[in-house]
């Protein structure tokens, strides 16, 4: 049975780990933050793994899969889970490197937020730039996600209209309402709904909306457009075509 090491312990870390568990394998965890069983300080532990999920914050991510060359050979299976794919594909790797990024995830972080389950159901992003792996594909597919193939420059492209620019406008929404103390007093479910993006973990919105910039700007673009047609064109024909499109996602 393959072996699966585990690099950070947050909330995606986290799942991946108790998934994994939950279905009987072998796994070691690397986690400065947390103790426990199979839970260890130091990337040797993991040199008899098979498959590997790095899923430390993405500012963190390169000097991992750096560090990482120092003890994983040819055989092993790496992949990350960084919400932009573009960086992490520069360079091929000692080990079959593999990036990916599960589409799943809620405003908190941290282990004590992680949970079994997560993924099921969820869209897993891979983009293979130096060859893909049945394998991985198979045990994403093991924990509840269905795979996605694509390139990492199409990944952060659509990244960046479904995932960093609503954050961003969620966080708008809400400074923006700010200057309006009875907008505060009485914004109830939809408010509610509308800013919970803005509750992202922090360290990780830094990064997206410094590392994907122009394409979140291209979003921004693209939505002030839709915007112009819902205005200015017929809407009750738009509002209709919006109703059976997010029908069929959801």
């Given at each position: ?80 889970v960084c919400s932009l794919k573009g960086f992490v594909c520069k360079k091929p790797r000692p080990y079959r490197f593999v990036p990916s990024h599960p589409m799943a995830g809620t405003e ?58 609503p954050m961003l406008l969620a966080q708008a929404l809400f400074l923006a309402a700010s200057e309006n103390p009875l907008a505060i007093e009485i914004a109830s479910s939809g408010f509610r ?58």
């Open positions: 049975m393959v072996k699966f090491g585990v690099i950070g312990l947050g909330l995606i870390g986290g799942s991946i780990f108790k998934d994994l568990k939950a279905l009987g394998y072998d796994v070691a965890a690397v986690s400065k933050s947390q103790s426990g069983e199979n839970i260890f300080k130091e990337y040797g532990m993991l040199k008899e793994c098979g498959i590997v999920f790095v899923c430390t914050a993405m500012n963190k991510t390169l000097e991992v899969l750096d560090e990482l060359e120092k003890y994983l050979g040819p055989e092993t299976i790496v992949t990350d908190h972080k941290g282990f004590e937020n992680s949970f079994e389950g997560l993924f099921k159901g969820a869209k897993w992003v891979i983009t293979p730039c130096f060859g893909n792996s049945s394998e991985l594909v198979e045990i994403i597919k093991e924990l509840g996600a269905i795979p996605v193939i694509t390139t990492p420059e199409k990944h952060d492209e659509a990244a960046a209209m479904i995932s960093h620019m709904d509308m800013t919970r993006l803005a509750l992202s973990n922090e360290e990780m919105a830094c990064d997206m909306v410094s590392m994907n910039s122009e394409n979140i700007e291209n979003s921004i673009l693209k939505l002030y457009k839709a915007m112009g047609e819902l205005t200015s064109g017929n809407y009750p024909e738009i509002i209709a075509g919006i109703k059976t499109g997010r029908a069929k996602m959801f």
